[in-house]
């Protein structure tokens, strides 16, 4: 798992769920990762868009990530 540790101006978007437990963030890399605030660590890292993504959003059942991206994929 990784840390909350690294050079955050390579953060585009960041988002946390309803509860205030999670956050989103994607980054140049097109990835999206999903952390703990509670543990500070990486929960796990999402990938499928080619192109940089333009949005992220937990819906309120907060059980899922919802991402968009220039790619012109959800």
């Known amino acids: 798992r990784e840390s909350a540790q690294g050079p955050l101006e390579q953060n ?3 988002l946390f769920d309803a509860k205030g ?3 989103a963030s994607s980054a140049k890399d097109m990835t999206i990762k999903i952390w703990s605030l509670q543990k500070f660590t ?3 890292t999402q990938q ?3 192109h ?3 949005r992220v959003t937990f819906p ?6 919802i991402s968009g991206s220039w790619d012109k994929t959800i």
């Open 21 to 23: 437990t999670l956050l």
């Open 12 to 14: 585009l978007l960041d």
């Open 60 to 65: 309120p059942s907060g059980d899922h990530v």
């Open 48 to 50: 499928g868009h080619q």
């Open 52 to 54: 940089q993504v333009t």
């Open 42 to 44: 990486c929960l796990r």
